[in-house]
């Protein structure tokens, strides 16, 4: 049985505590966060759990074998770096971390202490996105590839729009889109941005849109906006066909409904194909058995810290783009 700790309690980190009673052999043990109310909701749910105001008093108190860690993303390299320096294995929320220079300070973190640094890209544990992933990497939309994903929403909250501590859709939400093309692109290269500011009254870039180029050839075109409301684009495209979500008005069998996801691959010709994934177990419950199995060595990590990185640099140069514009290289 895995004993596993939760420091951060709000949104992510309990849904993760959720997950993770999921998944086989793991007892969710223990939690920290300095709000009183985050704490009391989890000691409902997990009555045998110990709780604490901080991840100083979790680290030193509890006995725990694994940790994951959810709390606002420019708290991320501290809090981490003082898990591993205890030499307790980290599933860490994304973004990996502010800031390129935090994310390569954990990576030397993790190497010195030997443990195991894993980063909560769920995206890669999607059977969804993966199936559409599989799609590309098959190569059955042909090369090159142009993935095209436009957003507008409000911002889940309010440390997501300050500079420092989260920095906006361009790196706290985009992040899932920059490390799944990573994951199927292959090496990021340089980025073309701008951006622009619809809220005056918060600090971090709310608004922006960039083309992401790979060393393969292929290109990410992502326009995202926190502070409006708009459609939404999300399509993947290539010389021999394009994928959309959803099933593009094919019919499904009636005892599929519910149970699978679909995507729709539209050939040269027209013809179309359904993509379909089941839906369960989730992407947070296959994330948690994964980083489990990491913990018992049993699994070689699919989402370490040192990819990670590459989508904290791709985020990075974007915004030191800012709203004049700018080509830049990427670089970790
Ligand atoms: N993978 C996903 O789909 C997904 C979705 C949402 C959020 N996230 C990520 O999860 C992380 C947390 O986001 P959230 O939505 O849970 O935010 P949240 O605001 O709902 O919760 C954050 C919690 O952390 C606590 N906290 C703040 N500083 C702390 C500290 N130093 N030690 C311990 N606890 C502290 C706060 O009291 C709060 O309860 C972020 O990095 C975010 O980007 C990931």
Redesign the pocket.
């Known amino acids: 049985m895995i004993r596993v700790g939760f420091?951060?309690?709000?949104?992510?980190?309990f849904h993760q505590a959720k997950s993770f009673a999921k998944a086989a052999g793991c007892q969710v043990a223990a939690g920290?966060?300095?709000?009183p109310q985050?704490r009391a909701r989890f000691v409902e749910t997990f009555p045998d759990a110990q709780v604490y105001d901080?991840?100083e008093a979790l680290i030193a108190q509890a006995k725990v074998d694994a940790m994951v860690i959810?709390?606002?993303?420019g708290?991320?390299q501290p809090?981490a770096s003082a898990v591993l320096a205890a030499q307790i294995p980290v599933l860490l929320?994304?973004?990996m971390a502010r800031t390129v220079a935090q994310c390569q300070r954990l990576i030397d973190d993790a190497e010195k202490a030997n443990t195991l640094l894993m980063v909560?890209h769920?995206r890669r544990f999607d059977a969804y996105w993966k199936s559409w992933g599989d799609y590309v990497t098959a190569g059955k939309l042909g090369t090159p590839v142009l993935w095209r994903d436009v957003r507008a929403g409000y911002a889940?909250?309010s440390?997501?729009m300050d500079e420092e501590l989260?920095g906006g859709p361009l790196i706290?939400g985009a992040v899932?889109n920059y490390d799944f093309a990573n994951w199927i692109f292959g090496e990021p290269e340089s980025i073309l941005s701008s951006s622009i500011k619809m809220d005056p009254n918060v600090s971090a870039i709310d608004t922006g849109s960039a083309i992401i180029r790979y060393k393969a050839g292929h290109q990410l075109l992502l326009s995202w906006s926190w502070s409006v409301k708009g459609t939404t684009l999300h399509d993947i495209l290539g010389p021999d066909g394009f994928i959309q979500f959803g099933t593009a008005g094919l019919s499904v069998p009636d005892d599929e409904k519910g149970r699978y996801q679909y995507c729709t691959f539209t050939d040269r010709d027209g013809q179309q194909t359904l993509i379909k994934a089941p839906a369960q177990p989730d992407m947070y419950v296959n994330q948690a058995e994964h980083f489990l199995a990491c913990v018992r060595g049993e699994a070689i990590c699919e989402s370490p810290g040192t990819q990670a990185i590459k989508a904290v640099a791709v985020a990075e140069a974007i915004l030191k783009a800012g709203p004049e514009g700018k080509t830049q290289a990427i670089s970790w």
């Open positions: 420091i951060g309690l709000g949104g992510m980190g920290a966060d300095p709000s985050m901080s991840p959810a709390v606002p993303t708290h991320h809090v929320e994304k973004p909560a769920c889940p909250g440390w997501f989260g706290d899932h």
